[in-house]
């Protein structure tokens, strides 16, 4: 299959027509995939909310498997695997329960080794990769090992998924998963790809249209206190603390519990919440 019908077929995936930006994309993706990448590339996507950028990996994953190609989606927690599964249609794992051995009962040794890895032709998708810290924790760089992991394994290649404008990793003023720089030293050839034009509920959504305007403030070398927009959207409401209450019981009663998220300052106000 050349690399202009795999792109086809990705596009024929989608549930949507594509954008130029996610037509450019899909033609990238499909060349990294393609046989005659280097074994030591890897392609790093960092997409804005509402771009499409879950969509587009969807499309792939879906693609690589009708073509005999396996791959293997990853995240750093158990709620981004969660989420990341049902988006792609295929399970999901943490990285930590992938590619670490866990000490088993009775084993003296704390310390976590980086498995084997025997998948052959394999291509690592690793959503919220903003996430993965390259920091020494207890013994631990988890970014080079996910890479020591991946490329250890015969034609296995990594896809990180993020996004710049998250939280980096803690400890971090940046995500070094997200940098090309960072990657670089770990002698991998990147690939690197940005859409940020967003589309989904682009007229009606305003989380979509407050989280685009904070994105636009963190570019200025001032950065302000953001001013959230109410009016005229639906999603997004102002209430006050008397109100707040009811307003978590209606959420609780009408969406499953773990549909519904407080987001606080502070780990004291969430345990008084809790």
């Known amino acids: 299959m050349t690399v202009e019908e795999f792109a086809t077929q990705v596009i024929g995936n989608l549930p949507f027509e594509p954008t130029g930006q996610q037509t450019k994309l ?7 995939c393609s046989r005659n990448a280097s074994p030591r590339s890897i392609f790093l996507l960092n997409g804005y909310a509402g771009t499409g950028k879950t969509s587009v990996t969807s499309a792939l994953v879906k693609t690589l498997k009708q ?7 990853l995240a750093p927690t158990g709620r981004a695997a969660k989420v990341f599964s049902n988006f792609a249609g295929k399970p999901a794992y943490t990285i930590h329960r992938k590619i670490y051995h866990q000490p088993g009962i009775g084993d003296t040794s704390s310390v976590m080794t980086v ?24 013994g631990i760089n988890i970014l080079e090992d996910l890479i020591q992991y991946v490329y250890t394994g015969d034609g296995c290649r990594l896809i990180l998924l993020g ?22 030293k770990y ?8 859409i940020t034009e967003t589309v989904r509920q682009q ?13 636009k403030q963190m570019r ?16 997004v409401k102002a209430i ?11 959420a609780y009663s009408s969406s499953e519990a773990d549909e519904t998220i407080l987001i606080t300052r502070s780990n004291r106000r969430a345990t008084d919440f809790n």
């Open 187 to 194: 002698g991998l050839l990147v690939t690197q790809a940005t």
């Open 220 to 235: 200025q070398e001032c950065l302000t206190a953001p001013i959230l927009t109410v009016s005229p959207f639906t999603d």
């Open 26 to 32: 899909i033609a990238a993706l499909s060349r990294f």
């Open 115 to 138: 498995c084997e890895n025997r998948h052959t032709d394999t291509f690592f998708i690793v959503d919220e990769a903003s996430m993965i810290s390259s920091a020494s924790d207890n």
């Open 203 to 215: 007229q009606h959504s305003g989380i979509l249209y407050n989280a685009t305007s904070i994105r």
């Open 240 to 250: 006050d603390s008397e109100t707040l209450e009811d307003a978590l019981q209606t």
């Open 163 to 184: 996004d710049t404008a998250q939280l980096p990793p803690v400890g971090m003023t940046e995500s070094p998963a997200m940098s090309k720089n960072e990657l670089h």
């Open 67 to 73: 073509v005999g190609i396996n791959s293997v989606l």
